[in-house]
């Protein structure tokens, strides 16, 4: 699959599970902010991913689990270096160049992007044997 197949399939799929339309799913869109995603929303993505491209996805792969509870990670409401670095080696699918700038615990939802998914589903196909 070419990375225009995928960004559509990815397209096609949060539109249909966020109820938003396919012209509000862009690149740079955020999942949360831009699309209006809730925690059980993710959950959904995961599984609708899955389906559509034959992949397995494992929890805490694609979005990052208990992140905010680490106090390493977190301290007075900021993302610290270590947890930056934490993420960046957790998740290479997100670019976290903006949210570097001000990684306020609030606005991780931010860092994930449709371009994000798209990345993610890319390297998870590449992965596969075959």
Known sequence: ???DDIYAKVKEILADAMGVDEGDVTPEATLR???GAESIDFLDIVFRLEQAFGIKIQQGE???DSLAQNADFVQDGKV?????AAIKEKLPHV???AFEKDPQVSKIGDIF???AL???VQNKLASVPG
């Open 1 to 3: 699959m070419t990375r």
């Open 33 to 35: 902010g831009d699309l």
């Open 62 to 64: 694609l979005f990052p």
């Open 80 to 84: 610290t270096a270590r947890g930056i």
């Open 95 to 97: 670019d976290l160049s």
């Open 113 to 115: 992007t449709v371009e």
């Open 118 to 120: 798209v990345r993610f």
